[in-house]
């Protein structure tokens, strides 16, 4: 399985990036995808995660500016990231799991087998 992100840079405040992640190897469609970011000294955490049926989870955080998707047909997980914030800066990682985890426990990275390469977000202030 090889999960390959891209997508990151450098944007100002209130701006927007959209973060990519094409998966192979595994049966997409049925796969829990995720994203996860970690900030530098701090732990990795959950950000959002998307289900077959387009069922999706967010941390309260990223609610109502960040947008998950998956297209199926390419086998690729979307994260539209819009009014960002300094905090939002972090390596973001694209994650995925085989089985079809119930919603309430996709936000533990224990979760996924499979994990992409970090990208780097960086969010001026």
């Known amino acids: 399985v090889q999960l390959q992100a891209s997508g990151g840079g450098l944007v100002q405040a209130g701006g927007s990036l959209r973060l990519s992640c094409a998966a192979s190897?595994?049966?997409?469609?049925?796969?829990?995808m995720a994203w996860f970011r970690q900030a530098p000294g701090k732990e990795r955490e959950f950000v959002a995660a998307?289900?077959?049926?387009?069922?999706?989870r967010y941390a309260d955080s990223v609610k109502g500016r960040f947008t998950i998707s998956r297209d199926n047909a390419r086998n690729t997980m979307y994260l539209q990231m819009n009014s960002l914030k300094a905090e939002d800066t972090a390596v973001y990682f694209c994650?995925?799991?085989?089985?079809?985890?119930?919603?309430?426990?996709?936000?533990?990275?224990?979760?996924?087998?499979?994990w992409g390469q970090g990208i780097q977000v960086t969010v001026s202030s």
């Open positions: 994650a995925a799991d085989y089985r079809q985890w119930i919603m309430g426990v996709v936000a533990q990275p224990s979760r996924y087998d499979y």
């Open positions: 190897g595994l049966t997409f469609s049925r796969s829990t």
């Open positions: 998307a289900r077959s049926g387009g069922i999706t």
